[in-house]
Every structure is written in structure tokens, then in C-alpha cells.
């Protein structure tokens, strides 16, 4: 099996607040988040028994795009009350001090903490693996795990993609081939489609991973490190989300490419998302509140009906 070596690289918002934060950073005190009031467009259909989560990327630099960013989801969170949140790695830039966790996780994302969100992390080029053993990153030691929502037809794979060897590939596939669950949704950090100017897409990981994929009826797959949002058009029948803009911005990377289904790269952005049976629903949202992309995507492997 392949090895993919490791990488050496780094309108609504609460501007007052955010001030007032940046201030305290040097003087190792931050305010509370204040959460926007807002009038929330809410795209999604809110169903009953329905799975809810959102999704962020390269959040963690303490600044004012994560901040804002942060608030703008717990306003969200209001009006559509969502259980947890993906992470898709670059989840702390920099130092990761006990002071580093508070103030570029703890302090933006503390009104959806209070609130009972769950984070599920996956590691960055930019984190250490001892984020593995931080609790509210619910990594529990495993640098790639799988979970699966209690009363919900879904399942989640967190992946390494900073260091993807034989021993995780041969855990993915055993993973994979033995979920009987309707929707097969990976995360990790690195994207095997985009059309970043930056980056681009990772093809050692696209030749390691998308075969897995395909054999054993992935859905959908969320990547980050780029610091934009992109949606890319259905390959080999799964749907690829970049969400990399929840603390940095790259703006105007997109590249003008067929595969971009839509793309935002004017501000930061988070994901909100819903699964109600076989359909799962999609929201990004813009650092000012705005949605930037709306859709919904049939369960693929139903549609097509290549389940293992």
C-alpha cells in the first residue's frame, strides 16, 4: 500500500468585540463572545429526528476572523441547534499551550461549548499530534477514528491525512467495509479535489484514498487547508466540500475550473449541515451571516445502488 509522506509547511461581525480581544491577547485576558443577533436565513429543513452538524476548517489562529466566524455560528446555532461540529484540521496555528487551547478554541467557541456542541477534530500540517489527547477535540488518543451518531443512519471517519500509512489505510478499509450505515461521510485535512491556485489537490491522497472510497460507498468527504469554500461536482459518484476559511482566508485562490460546482473565497465561512434519511442538505455561511452556497445531495450509494 502507498505512504504519503508528511509535510513541512503554517456586516454582522462583533468588530468591537473582537478589538477588545485582540487587545486582551497580549495581555493573556479575553472577553466573552458576544453572539450577534441576527435574522438567520435558514436554508435547511430543520426535519425532525434529523442529524445536525456544522463544519470548519484552519480555524485555530485566535484572531479576528475566527472570531468572527465563531460568533456567527453560535447565532446560527440559535436558530438551528446543531450537535456537533467537524473539524478539519490547522486546528491551532502556532504555540499549543494550555494558554493557546483557551484563547484559538476554548474563548471563541465557548457560547456553543456552554451549549452543549460536541467538537470531533482531524489533525492539520500545522498540529501536533498531542492534540490527539486534548478531551473536547474528542479524538480519544486516536489520530483516525470513527463515530457514529446514536439514532442516526450515518458515520463518520476522521483521517490523518498529514501521514497517511499502510496501518491507517488497512484500518480504513476495515472500518469502511464493515459499516452498514446509509451514509459513509470522511473528514481530514488535505483535499483530493480542488482548484486552489495555492495548493490544489492532493493526488498521492486521491490515488491512496479514492479507490477505498469508491469500492465501499463514501457519500461525501469535507477537507480543509485550503482557506476558501469550494464545493466540487460529483467524481466517481461522491461529493467533495472544501471548508478551510473558519480562521484564515486566501481570497481570490479559486481557480476557474468545470469541476467547481460553487466557491467562495471573499471571507471566512463555516458549513451547516443536515441529514434527514436519504437526503443530506447543505448550507455555507459567510463571516457576515450571508449564505454563500445552499444544496442537497441523494445518498449516493443508494442512488446508485453500489452499496458493498
Known sequence: MPVVKPRVISALAVATV???AAAGACVGELPPIQVPE?????????????L??????????????QYDVAAMMAAYHRRF???FVLMLGDNLYG????DDYRRKFEVPYAPLLDAGVDFYASLGNHDDRSQRLYE??????????????DGHDVRFFA????????????????????????????????????SGGR?????????????????????????????????????????????????????????????????????????LVEIAGLTMFFQAVGRDGQTVDIGDLPEANAANGRNP
Not at 52 to 58: H, L, N, S
Not at 163 to 185: C, F, H, N
Open 81 to 83: 441547534p446543531f450537535d
Open 136 to 149: 473536547l477535540f474528542n479524538m480519544n488518543d486516536q489520530l483516525f477514528y470513527s463515530f457514529a451518531p
Open 159 to 194: 483521517l490523518y491525512s498529514d501521514y497517511l500509512d499502510p496501518v491507517q489505510l488497512r484500518w480504513l478499509e476495515a472500518e469502511l467495509a464493515g459499516s452498514d450505515e446509509s451514509w459513509k461521510i470522511c473528514f481530514f485535512h488535505h483535499p483530493l479535489y480542488s
Open 199 to 271: 495548493h490544489g489537490p492532493d493526488l498521492e491522497l486521491r490515488r491512496a484514498l479514492e479507490p477505498l472510497f469508491i469500492e465501499y460507498g463514501v457519500d461525501v468527504v469535507f477537507a480543509g487547508h485550503e482557506h476558501f469554500y469550494e464545493r466540487i461536482r460529483p467524481q466517481n459518484g461522491i461529493t467533495h466540500f472544501i471548508s478551510g476559511a473558519g480562521g484564515k482566508l486566501r481570497r481570490g485562490d479559486v481557480r476557474a475550473d468545470p469541476q467547481t460546482a460553487a466557491k467562495f473565497d471573499d471571507d471566512g465561512s463555516f458549513m
Open 38 to 50: 441576527i435574522e438567520a436565513d435558514i436554508a435547511l429543513p430543520m426535519a425532525e429526528d434529523s
Open 52 to 65: 445536525r452538524f456544522a463544519v470548519i476548517g484552519d480555524a485555530g489562529t485566535g484572531g479576528r476572523q
Open 18 to 20: 473582537l478589538a477588545a
Open 95 to 98: 504555540a499549543e499551550s494550555p
